[in-house]
């Protein structure tokens, strides 16, 4: 049963490490090539659908975490797993605290009402974004690391 777990879980937070990966170096690459109304748009559509999707997977993916952790507390890589969980709780205050107030802002925008700096807004959100990457590829490399 613990290696279901444990891959079950290390896949939902690969897959959601991938997501994050693909709007940091893809999605908002295509997006801010398009031209600025569309672009605009693009960005305010992806944080309605993914603002909506990935506080489930990031908490679904902490509960998962914190199972494996209690499960497998006498396995080896216990204490990798439970640095994982913290990583990730960092990851989801992160999201909590810098992220998602320029996310809800940047949702409601059109091109009548977006405010004159929304490019600036954006590029915050996007650094914050790629910092926010780097913990959860790290959270992820731990449970990895946790397998073998």
């Keep these: 049963m613990l290696d279901t777990l ?26 801010d090539a398009l031209p600025e109304d569309s672009s605009q748009l693009g960005h305010a559509h992806g944080g309605q659908l993914l603002g909506a999707l990935m506080p489930f997977w990031y908490i679904g ?49 059109t091109p009548e009402n977006r405010p004159a700096d929304w490019k600036e807004q954006l590029q915050r959100w996007n650094r914050y974004h790629y910092v926010r990457v780097a913990v959860i590829v790290a959270a992820f490399t731990l449970l990895v690391a946790a397998l073998v």
């Design 61 to 109: 993916s902490l509960v998962l975490i914190a199972i494996w952790a209690v499960a497998g507390w006498q396995h080896h890589g216990a204490g990798l797993v439970v640095t994982a969980a913290g990583l990730l709780i960092l990851s989801v205050v992160m999201s909590i605290l810098l992220l998602v107030p320029i996310n809800n802002r940047n949702k409601t925008w």
């Design 6 to 31: 444990q891959v079950v879980t290390t896949v939902a937070v690969g897959l959601m490490v991938g997501v994050e990966f693909s709007v940091a170096f893809i999605m908002s690459r295509i997006l």
